[in-house]
């Protein structure tokens, strides 16, 4: 053979050398089926609830894991072939532990090699209208193999989740069942301390608009009336007092509003920078809520019948006459107002019958003479 063709060999069999390297290393970095976390069967729990649950709903539900396969092994505690068990709450959830080193238990231990299949569902019966369970009867077949490395001379090769349809659960060896109950729609109603508005100081020759902003810790808390986006502004003219409105509960749960006002840069007013935080805690008591509030002033909590906001005019003075009359008078809608109208007006009647008595005594005299 000639150096030329013994070169070429050369070349053919390294080649190949490389060739069987390279398939060798494919090999090995394939992803195998027998994934580290593959080893464990979890069934999960979502129970969601919303409105007004009755006591009697303690949100536990029933599981049925059944063998369809003669000689799939099951948990120690199962009975005819089922191994039942229970999940309560939301967010909660149950693993069973696949093994071959035939130790007994809440877990699945294989002997032999083989494909195994199982049957698990929700078997728990909606208590009434308002709940809604889950039941789909997922199959999930389990490979256990040959592996004369390991320590049994088995391993788990991987674990299939099938919907009823037949489509693979994308996430192997996990299991979701998503249960809820809809609750009565019971409300409670809150209405929030008023806004005060109070002027030191000084007194303008006009009232300024004062703005005031009550602003949800999250847009989607209950708001009054009037309301965009969990805030609603409301203006007082002058000093006075406006409601913000009433809220409608109809959820147990913690719900935080933020009043301010806003400073709108009026000349002659220092404006009154005074957070009030206004909480509202829902809860439910069988068929009922129950509401309890809490108001904060500057972070401190405080017994306010209204939401008082100060601020000082240092501006241009009214005139004398008018200062007196704007400090003196109450303002129109106050109770002594009220009252100043209806002495008014006794005192107009009054004056009317004076005046008729005495023109009618004038008569009398004039007629006898």
Known sequence: MTNTARDVMRGLATMAALMVACVLALALAAPSRALADDDVLVVRQAFTTQGVVPPEVSGTFDYELTR???EAPLPASATGGVYHFSLTGDDVSLSLPLVVDGTTGDKLSFAHAGVYEYRITCATTPSDDHMTV???PYVIRVSIENDDSAAHGLKVGF????????????KAADVLYKHSYKGSAATIAF????VRKRILG???ASDAVFRFALTADDPSFPMPAGSSGGAKTVQITGEGEVE?????FTNPGTYAYTLRELDDGVKGYTYDTTEWRIEIVVTSEGSRLVLAS???KDGTEVTADACTFENAYEGKQAPLPQRI???LLPKTGDSLWGLLQVCGALVVAGGIGLGMGIARKVRERKARV
Not at 159 to 170: D, N, R, W
Not at 191 to 194: K, L, R, S, Y
Request: charged share 20%.
């Open 134 to 136: 889950d039941t789909t």
């Open 202 to 204: 000084g007194v303008p």
């Open 325 to 327: 009359a704007r400090r």
């Open 159 to 170: 674990i299939e989740i099938f919907t009823p349809e037949g489509t693979l659960v994308k």
């Open 68 to 70: 369809l396969s003669d």
């Open 244 to 248: 913000l409105g009433t809220m409608t």
């Open 294 to 296: 809490h108001v904060y």
């Open 191 to 194: 209405v929030d301390p008023p």
